[in-house]
């Protein structure tokens, strides 16, 4: 049995903070897990500048209420969803979440929860699990589930790597470069064909698709 496990923003859908920090003008909201590794020290970086301009939830949910998944993103997911069981596995949380997965057709998700206080203030957040996504697929994988796992930042890698086939989608160029392993897609129907193909019993991954 066969799962597919992607990663949600610069995937399915735009970067959440990135767009945030877009709107506000904020440049330093913009960095993400492509660019800081550790998601604790992203995390509290992110909530401390939150504070410092006296931002809360309830702003961060009008920008993500404009938000669109990326073209040709739900294609693609419910292309999967038609072959196989698909979730997607993400650093994100439950309240950035849910109006995109009403945009996505309500695909299946496992993500993280923000602690706000009575005043819509972030003050921390809880992760499922640590660390979420590669636990996540070696659970999967403990119930019988062939994983395939895919993203696009440092901290899809450890999910990616204990995979039986792992893709970097629309990655960066450093990130190519040092796992040059994975097949690596920048289109739709490109990533679909290589998942495709591997869920085809005993089939070979396509010869030269990202490659």
């Keep these: 049995m066969k799962i597919v496990c992607l990663d949600l923003e610069g995937v399915l859908v735009p970067e959440i903070w990135i767009a ?3 709107k506000t003008g904020i ?10 590794p550790d998601y604790d020290r992203l995390m509290n970086y992110r909530i401390q500048i939150l504070r410092e301009h006296r931002l809360g939830l309830r702003e961060i949910q009008e920008t993500i209420a ?6 040709g993103a739900r294609k693609f997911l419910d292309q999967l969803r038609a072959e196989t069981q698909v979730v997607i596995v993400s650093d994100t949380f439950e ?20 602690l706000v206080d009575k005043k819509g203030e972030i003050s921390g957040y809880e992760m499922r699990c640590k660390p979420s996504k590669l636990l996540t697929v070696q659970k999967l994988q403990e119930m019988g589930f062939e994983t395939i796992a895919a993203g696009d930042s440092f901290n899809d890698l450890g ?8 893709i970097l989608f629309r990655t960066t160029e450093q990130l190519k470069r ?4 994975y097949p690596a897609v920048e289109t739709y129907d490109a ?17 030269g698709i990202g490659l």
């Design 66 to 71: 404009g938000m669109k998944p990326l073209p």
């Design 95 to 114: 309240q950035f979440a849910m109006p995109l997965m009403k945009k996505l057709g309500y695909p299946s998700i496992f993500c993280n929860r923000l």
């Design 27 to 36: 440049r330093e909201l913009a960095k993400t897990t492509r660019d800081e």
């Design 191 to 207: 990533f679909y064909e290589i998942i495709h193909a591997a869920l085809q019993e005993g089939s070979e991954l396509p010869d």
């Design 159 to 166: 999910m990616i790597e204990v995979s039986k086939l792992g």
């Design 178 to 181: 040092d796992y040059p392993q």
């Design 20 to 22: 945030f920090a877009e």
